[in-house]
């Protein structure tokens, strides 16, 4: 391994370190717990979250889309989804959600779980 490499590693060792050591996975699959009340499958799972970033002032951005635009349970989701990662790490200042259409959900984008279990093959 390289200097410059084990630097950058070592970089983000402290970075996870100062943030308790969560991870883009920890908070994943954290957001596992939340689920479509229309699908009742979960909104990983289904393709819906785009997105995690951890940065640097402490703070995660959460891109993630809806199944459809007029969906009637999109605030819900959207709040069961900022309060699960609130909740499951307060050691993050903010937790930001990004509504996102680009690209457009489809039902390719789910899981092959999520596909078996709504019966597409």
Known sequence: MTDEAQNTLSTDNDIQEIRGGST???????????????????????????????NDDNTVDIDMTLTSPGCPVGPMILTDVFQTVREN?????????????????????????????????
């Open 89 to 121: 790490f307060p050691e993050f200042e903010d937790v930001r959600i990004n509504l996102v259409w680009v690209p457009f959900w489809n039902p390719e984008m789910m899981s092959e779980e999520a596909k078996e279990m709504l019966g597409f093959f």
């Open 24 to 54: 883009v996975d920890d908070i994943r699959e954290a957001i596992k717990a939340v689920k479509d009340p229309e699908l009742n499958l979960d909104i990983v799972n289904l393709g819906m979250i785009y997105d995690i970033q951890i």
